[in-house]
């Protein structure tokens, strides 16, 4: 779908802050992926917690998926570019995932949940966001919502960059999710060679695109491909403006930081270490993840 779009408003754009190449691991059963946003940047970025991108055609490489396993505390946000993934929790929700889609999961309290792979040969591709909570809502209630392609909100500027709007807003379209805390701001932009992006941006939350495509420049400054680029929160800038050096694929992430402790013990992320005993020997009695 195409939105009359307003001029665009940024006058001082941010600059590279720092380019990052991720690092190959593995997770789940053995799923091989790039942990592109890691442990050590999650002050840097808050409130984003973790950004996997994985990407391959050889099943060996995703087909175990990622069986039962417990997440509390924060919320993770999948967007399957090419694939096709089934979910299952234990608030009863399941949800299959596929060609563009978006699954929106708010761990809150608690849910144990599976990622499982529903093809045997082709490519998967696609990432997974960690987004914390705020203390006050680390124990709500879990929230799940699935989105299909043509669910999620698009739009297309004249000069032929199409968006699609994840979460927040761009260019006066509302995206499919909104936080108040948080304010996240994820939009998949395609660009074709030579043309111009820009986005909006607080000086203060916390910015960084990753592209998986071509190659862009900010500031004139090249972005690779499979690279994630971290903006500076320079107090001047109103947002970012991007350049098409190539015809180009990328995510754009940003959102407000929360300022809070953070600490995790791998699928828990809470704000004191007695939180995580806690949530340790909630899941050990089976108190993680029951229906209310
Ligand atoms: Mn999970």
Redesign the pocket.
């Known amino acids: 779908m195409t939105h009359p779009i307003s001029t665009p408003a940024v006058t001082v754009s941010r600059t590279i802050e720092r380019l990052v190449t991720g690092q190959a691991t593995s997770d789940g059963a053995g799923v091989k992926l790039n942990r592109v946003l890691t442990q050590n940047l999650q002050h840097r970025l808050d409130p984003f917690l973790m950004l996997d991108a994985f990407g391959s055609d050889q099943p060996d490489d995703y087909i175990a998926g ?1 069986p039962d ?1 417990p ?1 509390r505390g924060f919320e ?1 946000v999948t967007y399957m570019i090419a694939g096709r993934m089934l979910h299952r929790d234990s608030a009863g929700n399941e949800g299959l995932l596929q060609n563009g889609g978006v699954q929106w999961m708010t761990a809150g309290q608690g849910v144990i ?1 599976s ?1 499982i792979p529903q093809q045997a040969d082709g490519v998967m591709e696609g990432f997974q966001l960690w987004l914390n909570l705020h203390s006050s809502e680390k124990m709500n209630a879990p929230w799940y919502r699935d989105f299909q392609n043509d669910q999620l909100p698009q739009f297309k500027t004249p000069s032929g960059v199409a968006v699609t709007v994840i979460a927040g807003a761009s260019h006066d379209v509302q995206g499919a999710v909104t936080r108040e805390i948080t304010q996240p701001v994820y939009l998949d932009v395609h660009m074709p060679e030579g043309s111009r992006f820009e986005q909006t941006l607080p000086a203060g939350h916390n910015a960084f695109i990753y592209v998986y495509r071509g190659e862009v420049r900010i500031g004139g400054q090249a972005v690779p491909v499979q690279r994630m680029a971290i903006l500076a929160n320079t107090p001047q800038a109103d947002g970012v403006v991007i350049e098409a050096s190539a015809d180009a694929k990328l995510i754009l992430v940003a959102g407000k930081p929360l300022k809070e402790p953070i600490v995790q013990y791998g699928p828990f992320v809470m704000n004191t270490k007695e939180e995580i005993y806690q949530a340790l020997a909630d899941f050990r009695d089976g108190r993680l993840g029951e229906k209310a």
């Open positions: 990622f396993h997440h993770t949940h990622e």
